[in-house]
Nanobody, 119 residues
Framework: QVQLVESGGGLVQVGGSLRLSCAASGRTFSSYVMGWLRQVPGKEREFVASITWGGGSIAHADSVKGRFTISRDNAKNTVYLQMNNLKPEDTAVYYC????????????WGQGTQVTVSS
């Protein structure tokens, strides 16, 4: 059974930093894309960043480029999202997700972790 478990969310002031972690288990993820997405109540889920386990192909949304960095630790089966210079508009529930290279939609989701940026 695939499990994605996020941690690291919390309350931070504007300009602060947080690091989210996503521990993945239950299958081999070498052919998977791991992503971070976020959602604000009443709005659609929004792509934040993604990374491949094998080739290290990385993408970040324009809204977070230069502030957020996605990375992975293959030995620990863990994906990270380092968030710096946080803004109030970054407040959301952040989800870790996984999809096969062959799929356009994410198949597996974590439970989400709340990030709140206060001004």
């Amino acid at each position: 059974q695939v499990q994605l478990v996020e941690s690291g969310g919390g309350l931070v002031q504007v300009g602060g930093s947080l690091r989210l972690s996503c521990a993945a288990s239950g299958r081999t993820f070498s052919s998977y894309v791991m992503g971070w997405l976020r959602q604000v109540p009443g709005k659609e889920r929004e792509f934040v960043a993604s990374i491949t386990w094998g080739g290290g192909s990385i993408a970040h949304a324009d809204s977070v480029k230069g502030r957020f960095t996605i990375s992975r630790d293959n030995a620990k089966n863990t994906v990270y999202l380092q968030m710096n210079n946080l803004k109030p508009e970054d407040t959301a529930v952040y989800y870790c997700a996984a999809r096969s290279y062959m799929r356009a939609e994410y198949e597996y989701w974590g439970q989400g972790t709340q990030v709140t940026v206060s001004s």
